[in-house]
């Protein structure tokens, strides 16, 4: 009955722990800050469809909590919603907290996200049709499981942040397809990598691990 739907709720996911939200989120801002001063972003800026310079801290809008959704519900009315909160794992580990590991931040025209290893037991909780879902990526369907997981740290003005995961899995598959894209420049973060299209990713020298509560989202 509509009461039995009611308690499924708009998302599943990691939410982070108020002590590393302003952490996660000022590595993010050090992050675009750093790459808007460098040459070789300047020479790829048009690719964000922008004339001159693109402030890239304004270009982004962050989108509240942090968190790294595992299953999108739409409050019981997404495929595969009702399974997924039936699941035992999702009953048993509803509530707890456990270590998100941070292994790469991506910027694209769309989005800024942070890209999330997770564990095995981690995927206990990730849904299997997750990357087959991403139609707009076909190749995804070949990634492994948990290739979509991630942060999403701002969308541009009028992106949803359900792109945040797509534009990750492009990224993935791009790497998958051999590309190995141009090594831009050692920061003291990690190496940035450009995929093209305005596709940047910054493997971090050490993951940042984020403490995170799995629970559902409601309002
Ligand atoms: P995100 O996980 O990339 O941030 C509410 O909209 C939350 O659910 C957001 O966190 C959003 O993206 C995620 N979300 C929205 N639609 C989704 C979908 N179809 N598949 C997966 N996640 C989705």
Known sequence: GPLEEMSIPLFFAWFLLSSVQDKVGSTSLDFLKTLQTLEAFKKHMSDFKAEKEVDLEQYFEAKGVLHCTTKFCNYGKAEGAQ????????????????????????????TVGARVSLTEEQLLLWPADAEKEAESVPAAASL????????????????????????????????????????????????????????????????????????????
């Open 144 to 219: 492994p499981l948990g290739s979509r997981a991630h942060i999403t740290l701002g969308c541009a003005e009028g992106v949803e942040p359900v792109q945040t995961g797509l534009d990750l899995l492009e990224i993935l598959a791009l790497q998958q397809e051999g590309q190995q894209g141009e090594l831009v420049e050692e920061m003291a973060l990690g190496s940035l990598t450009f995929y093209g299209k305005g596709r940047w990713l910054l493997s971090l020298r050490e993951p940042i691990c984020a403490p995170a509560c799995f629970s559902g989202y409601y309002t």
């Open 83 to 110: 399974e997924y909160a039936q699941k035992q794992a999702v009953k048993d580990f509803y509530g707890s907290t456990s270590e998100l590991s941070l292994s790469a931040l991506f910027v694209t025209p769309r």
